[in-house]
């Protein structure tokens, strides 16, 4: 298994240099390699957690090093999807480091396999921590669609098509992981009432769902009430990022709690 995870993460690595080298200097050919060794990456990962999955006997969910690579997953299977139904290839390298990080945050995680917590052994486990694992990723695209929305509105010959299509983008992910996230946080409580006797606990995990959760109703309600697009959007969502970074890894590491383990 070692070798599918390492294997993964130095494809990730290599394909996101490619893909900034191919871009920063205009070389097509490039930006197509360093797409085919992602998604030799991808492939490598999907496998990783195939045979994880295996072995345990469980869905390979259970602990921080688990969520952070299929997190990781997540982001770079958004891409694909991206990619392949609206030919989005600009999107590419913001999104590649951002897998790489991920991944890289999860190598630094003890990767032992572990039995299932009592407490996890619910038919709620895969339902509730798989929508965190695509609402997270939904969020980081958004981010990296402003990013490189803001990058391209600085050109003075910035397509004020191609500028429209990134804000709608933006606007659909975050919509998106806004929808996964109020499932997340909504099975969540339903979890903890069967676990814990208690719907909402005020753990760390759960007040910063749901300030990320706020966040985004806040993004959503200026979009839609407020008519707000463009740069300031565009901002509004990579501002956004660090919360949901914070939220995944930030709070177990100095606010530990009911939901240390992950």
Known sequence: ???????????YFAAAVL?????LFKKDKVAKIAWLIFLAGLAAQTAYLLVRGVTARRLPLSNQFEFATAFA???????LIVRLRLKADWLSVAVMPMVFLVLSYAALQPREVTELMPALRSAWFGFHIGSAVFSYSAFIIAGCVGLRYLIVSKKGSADELKLHQMDYLSYRMIALGFLLLTVTILSGALWAEQAWSAFWTWDPKEVWALITWIIYAVYLHLRLRGKRKGTVMA??????VPVVLFTFAGVNTIMPGLHSYG
């Open 1 to 11: 298994m070692n070798v599918l995870f390492f294997g993964s993460l130095l494809l």
């Open 19 to 23: 893909q900034f080298i191919g871009t």
């Open 73 to 79: 997953w997540g982001i770079a299977l958004m891409l």
């Open 235 to 240: 901002w509004y969502a990579m501002i956004a």
